[in-house]
């Protein structure tokens, strides 16, 4: 699904939880303090709260974490 948030200056695309899961491994880039403080939080349990949490602690796909 195409989104256009507000406050971003171009379109998003949003993807369901079972399409990112269905695919053969997931690469996620952090970039900034801030980004790297939600990877750690997200990290230590599953919480619909945040959204990439539910990645992070799944054991069907693999999951690379870059960070810049």
Same mark, same amino acid.
Request: aromatic content about 6%; cysteine-free.
């Given at each position: 699904?195409?989104?256009?948030?507000? +406050?971003?200056?171009?379109? #998003?695309? &949003?993807?369901?939880?079972? @399409? !990112?899961? @269905? &695919? #053969? %491994?997931?690469?996620? /880039?952090?970039?900034? $303090?801030?980004? !790297? $403080?939600?990877?750690? =939080? +997200?990290? !230590? $349990? +599953?919480? %619909? /709260?945040?959204? *990439? /949490?539910? *990645?992070?602690? =799944?054991? =069907? &796909?693999? *999951? /690379? *974490?870059? !960070? $810049?």
């Amino acid at each position: 699904t195409w989104l256009r948030p507000i +406050a971003a200056p171009h379109a #998003r695309l &949003t993807l369901t939880l079972p @399409a !990112l899961l @269905a &695919t #053969r %491994e997931l690469a996620l /880039s952090i970039a900034g $303090a801030g980004k !790297l $403080a939600t990877y750690q =939080q +997200a990290r !230590l $349990a +599953a919480d %619909e /709260s945040l959204p *990439v /949490s539910l *990645v992070l602690n =799944q054991y =069907q &796909t693999p *999951v /690379s *974490v870059w !960070l $810049a």
